[in-house]
């Protein structure tokens, strides 16, 4: 089944072709062949999956490649597959998403005058992100990657009649190519020094020292950069919560499952390639998101910007996750949030083509009307909160852990803000989220006409949700996520060590590239699991290289890494009781205040008024860009363009005027040069015309005069 | 008679001949100018025939000029005719629609 995995994206790109072209003259417009195409893809994402959970092998690696394109003998660049255990939990999770949505799709895009173009979009889309997913080099990384944000911008626009969608779809465009210049510098700062493309490639490189330093912290930023587009951070985050103008099932798949989990993903690919600092980076970028955007989502009315909000925090804490070094952690978050941020997504759009309205201030009482979708939605929220049991305590505990141990390992205090930051904001997001629930399914009605008018939604839309919300639980995922999904070496700090360890470190990286059969002692894995960046790069990693044994350190790193693993052992524990902790908090302090009345929301919002406002408009993220950027690139333009009027449209009027000039005086010269000569020609004819006319009198005693005179003349001449 | 006389006559003749042609102004007079020319060409040819080689070429091609000159005495006759006709005058001097 691997050796087929590169058929799964190409099924959807044919069925995107076929639709688009002739999708309005197929039989139900086409729908079954995106939903089917894509089923296959999951059926073989499932196939595969299970090849790679019945090796269970953490090293495991299937790598093909072959030349795409050659000069001579020599192959510039490379395409082809790489699946490891991430690429398959990534597969997986795409496919099962995508194919829910399209299912979800089928009811509730019902009757809409482009159905069969959306559904090519969708295929477009899926085509993408799994060739993103399968891509084993920058290059096709990224290709995939701008194919992403054209089918989210052509999906956001979808219903592009109505301006703010057009607009919405716009932005996220624009905002994205903000990320996507800094990933291609950062591409460029890579190949630039290593000349390769392929991630194993780029990874023996800098191993081998090629890219070290100040220049490698700057390329993980630049591809870092990617991830904050397309993932949504901070500063570039405000694009998300407009795409929300988009169809709900496309929010579910694009804006919260699969693509803004790209850049996560893509973080995690390249996890090898980092430095400390760029990894401090990655971790107060996160941190800044969860916490930002959660506080927004305190005080949102629109339940898909909530949610929007929300989708945001939880990106967060999969950056932060892996900034801090919890890599496993983030990609388990990563794999959760999926299932359940797709179910909630998809319940919000059960309600609101139930209710026909996204401000939760007009739902209330809808848990009897449409039990299915409150159950479910209930699932993802309790998922999504971090209550134990459910998936989202699984990650998200691993996120919190992570956090603490790094702020305890490393000499910078401050680096405890991390643990307490993630914290805190995971007890807002039980809160928030409760708050959307109660406001939405609990209490009475509010707004009867629209209540009256409430009802289940068909199969086709609550099938996709109670799968979803089925796979919310943490059985699913603990225990074989943890051994699969390991941390992979870092050759960026092996790149700045001594001599003699450089040796263990090409020894490493062959490792590394070679197939799943090599290398995969455990005891190995289990070094490389130890955190390696902060400050004490050079004593572990000839240690963590594992089969090479480097005599002096030996002893000391060894009780390094007891010690190392009773911190973490500590930390998980503390980080557990107190996520829990608060996230119960959340939860209790929701239903005091929207629930049992105690607390009155209305007057703790007038009493911070300001604080409010603040946070209802987005901690005014919008108005700032639109004062420095917007405006700041309209007036560029405004400047550019005088510059145009006057500068270069003077020196263009001057030159015209040049030629102007010139061509006077070309025109005197043909006027009275040429054209003189001609006419000077003609008169000089009919001049001497004129004058030899006079000769012909026709009178004939002339004649003969001339005539006996020349023969005179003649005789005269030969008589002398 | 010698052939210097005979010249000096044939001279004499050609003169009369060129000058009838150069002031007669009527197209007949004209004409009989220009037979007088012919004339005097006929003496020079029997002339020198008789007195320089003996020969009959002379004397014959005196014979082809008077057969000649009758021709020619024909067509500019009947030109003179039609002249008459379309402008009413033989006047060589009416006859100048070549003016350049």
Known sequence: MIRYAYIIPFLPLLSFFINIAVGKRLPRKGDWLCLGTIAIGLAMSIGIFYEVFRAYDPNFRYHVVFPWVTVGDRALFNTGILIDNVTAVMLLVVTIVSTLVHLFSIGYMHGDPRYSRYFAYLSIFSFSMLGLVLAESFLFIYIFWELVGLSSYLLIGFWFEKKSASDAGKKAFIVNRVGDFGFLIGILIIYATCGVMGYDQVFLAIGEGKLSGTLLTLAGIGVFCGAIGKSAQFPLHVWLPDAMEGPTPVSALI?????????????????????????????????????????????????????????????????????????????AHLTTHAAFKACLFLGSGSVIHAVHSQDIQEMGGLRKKMPITFVTFLIATLAISGVPGFSGFYSKDMILGAALEFGMKSANPLHMIFFIGALFTAGLTAFYMFRLVILTFFGGPKDHHKFD???????????????????????????????????????????????????????????????????????????????????????ETPHAAGPVVHGESHEGASHDAEHDAHIAHTAHTYAMYSSVAVGTLG??????????????????????????????????????????????????????????????????????????????????????????AVNGLASATTGSGSLLRRLQTGKLYHYVFVLAGGALIIFLIKAF | MTLDKLLVIAAALFCCGLYT???????????????????ATNINFVAFSFFLNRMMGGQIFAVFVIVLAAAEAAVALAIFLRMFSTTGTVEVDAADQLKG
């Open chain 1, 453 to 539: 008018h409430a009802h289940e939604s068909p199969p086709s839309m609550w099938v996709p949700l109670v799968i979803l919300a089925g796979l919310s639980f943490s059985f699913w995922y603990s225990g074989w996520f943890g051994t699969l999904v390991q941390k992979p070496m870092s050759v960026a700090n092996l790149a700045v060590i001594s001599a003699p360890a450089k040796v263990a470190t090409m020894e490493h990286a062959a490792v590394m590239t070679s197939d799943a059969s090599h290398g995969s002692s455990p005891a190995g894995a289990k070094q490389a699991q130890a955190p390696s960046h902060g400050t004490s790069a050079p004593a």
């Open chain 1, 255 to 331: 804006h919260a499952a699969t693509m803004v989990a790209a850049g996560v993903y893509l973080v995690g690919r390249v996890y090898p390639m980092f430095t400390p600092d760029a990894f401090l980076f990655i971790a107060y970028f996160g941190l800044i998101t969860l916490f930002l955007t959660a506080t927004i989502a305190l005080a949102q009315n629109d339940i898909k910007k909530v949610l929007a909000y929300s989708t945001c925090s939880q990106l967060g804490y999969m950056i932060m996750g892996l900034g801090v070094g919890g890599y496993t952690a983030g990609l």
């Open chain 2, 21 to 39: 042609v150069m002031t007669r102004r009527n197209a007949v007079a004209v004409l009989m100018g220009v037979e007088l020319i012919l004339n």
């Open chain 1, 587 to 676: 939860i209790f302090l929701a239903f005091v205040v929207y629930s049992f009345g105690w607390i009155n929301p209305d007057r703790v919002v007038n009493a911070v008024k300001p604080l409010h406002n603040f946070l209802q408009n987005k901690w005014y993220f919008d108005e700032l860009y639109e004062a420095t950027v917007v405006n700041g690139s309209k007036a560029l333009s405004r400047g550019l363009s005088w510059f145009d009027m006057h500068v270069v449209d003077g020196l263009v009027n001057l030159s015209a005027q040049l030629g102007v000039f010139a061509s006077f005086l070309v025109g005197k010269f043909d006027d009275y040069v040429v054209d003189g």
